[in-house]
């Protein structure tokens, strides 16, 4: 079946403007996670949803960066007056349910192949 | 919160040798440990995972353990393969939901 698709798939900015990235999560999964991958580093996490609602925004740099997950499918993470530091692999995934280990259940978590972001 | 280290940053191997991947991790109460392979351009993808209740596991030329009481666990691949040439992250269950991921190992197998 599809898998987890995000878009663009590359985008070039300048700094100051605005960006949107989107993902659209495997069909039936209702948990939908958004991760950053520094050039050469691990996967830093950003926020988690759980159908529409974010329970946990802890990962989100600052007050730039926003996310919202609509019909509990589509999310889009938005990064408001871009900057320089902010370039990087965007990454985003999805599971069945919330609850990667709910006492046996599989519900392990699905990437897509990420937006790679450039602020010139 | 949870921490979890990663080590060897890169790892270079003959053909037909074997390669191990250690990571450390820092909270007791994590209980899932998957491992992801992502080449380039791409996502990572999901190879293996362990959970807390098993010692190791194996599907066929990769294997997993798990020390709970040290806190480490292992990613080990035998008979490795040209195409097993990627970046290969650990990662660790540090809450219900959110995993928690090692800075990655560049694997390169020489042909």
């Known amino acids: 079946g599809a898998g987890v698709s995000q878009s663009p798939s590359n985008k070039v900015t300048e700094k100051g403007k605005d960006v949107e990235l989107r993902c659209d999560p495997i069909?039936?999964?209702?948990?939908l996670y958004w991760y950053r991958q520094s050039l050469g580093q691990g996967l830093e996490f950003l926020i988690y949803f759980q159908g529409n609602s974010a329970p946990d925004k802890s990962g989100l740099p600052s007050d730039r960066f926003s996310a919202e997950r609509t019909g509990g499918s589509v999310s889009t993470l938005t990064i408001q007056r871009t900057q320089q530091e902010d370039s990087a692999v965007y990454l985003c995934a999805s599971s069945l349910w919330g609850d990667i280990w709910p006492g046996g259940g599989d519900s392990p978590l699905h990437f897509g192949n990420g937006t790679r972001l450039t602020v010139t | 919160g949870e921490n979890v280290e990663q080590h060897p940053s890169t790892l270079s191997v003959q053909e037909g040798d074997s390669a191990v991947i250690k990571c450390t991790y820092s909270?007791?109460?994590?209980?899932?440990f998957p491992w992801y392979k992502q080449e380039l351009g791409k996502g990572p993808q999901l190879i293996i995972d362990i959970r807390s209740n098993v010692g190791e596991k194996k599907d066929q030329r990769i294997a997993v353990t798990l020390n709970k009481t040290a806190k480490h666990f292992s990613l080990h691949i035998t008979e490795t393969q040209p195409e097993d040439s990627a970046v290969y992250f650990c990662?660790?269950?540090?809450?219900?939901?959110?995993?928690?991921f090692g800075s990655g190992t560049r694997l390169l197998v020489r042909p």
């Open positions: 990662a660790a269950c540090g809450s219900s939901y959110k995993l928690i």
């Open positions: 069909s039936g999964h209702t948990a």
């Open positions: 909270d007791s109460a994590s209980n899932y």
